[in-house]
């Protein structure tokens, strides 16, 4: 069955930068489109970034130009280079496949503070 596994979190100043990686399973990883999605306390989940099968990228306008998605078809990998993060950037980031729009990973959580 498909997995996603979330890591790379952690704590960051403001400026700072991060990068998420995901390892996905159960699937046939490079037929499907991927996505970073978020959480922050309070809020909707919302989706910062998406790569498609063709690499073509598409991005949240909150985080345009600071993030950047990207994908390992070899190693069935899915990243999210973060930099020059806010605390408005703090939330819980899930990977998602459109191969099962109803599967959450566990996440990994994201804190941005000095």
């Known amino acids: 069955q498909v997995q996603l596994v979330e890591s790379g979190g952690g704590l960051a100043q403001p400026g700072g930068s991060l990068t998420l990686s995901c390892a996905a399973s159960g699937f046939t990883f490079w037929a499907y489109h991927m996505s970073w999605y978020r959480q922050a306390p309070g809020k909707e989940r919302e989706r910062v970034a998406r790569?498609?099968?063709?690499?073509?990228?598409e991005y949240a306008d909150s985080v345009k130009g600071r993030f950047t998605i990207s994908r390992d078809n070899a190693r069935n990998l899915l990243f999210l280079n973060m930099t020059r993060l806010k605390p408005d950037d703090t939330a819980v980031y899930y990977c998602?496949?459109?191969?099962?729009?109803?599967?959450w990973g566990q996440g990994t959580q994201v804190t941005v503070s000095s």
């Open positions: 790569i498609f099968l063709g690499m073509q990228k």
């Open positions: 998602h496949s459109s191969y099962d729009d109803d599967y």
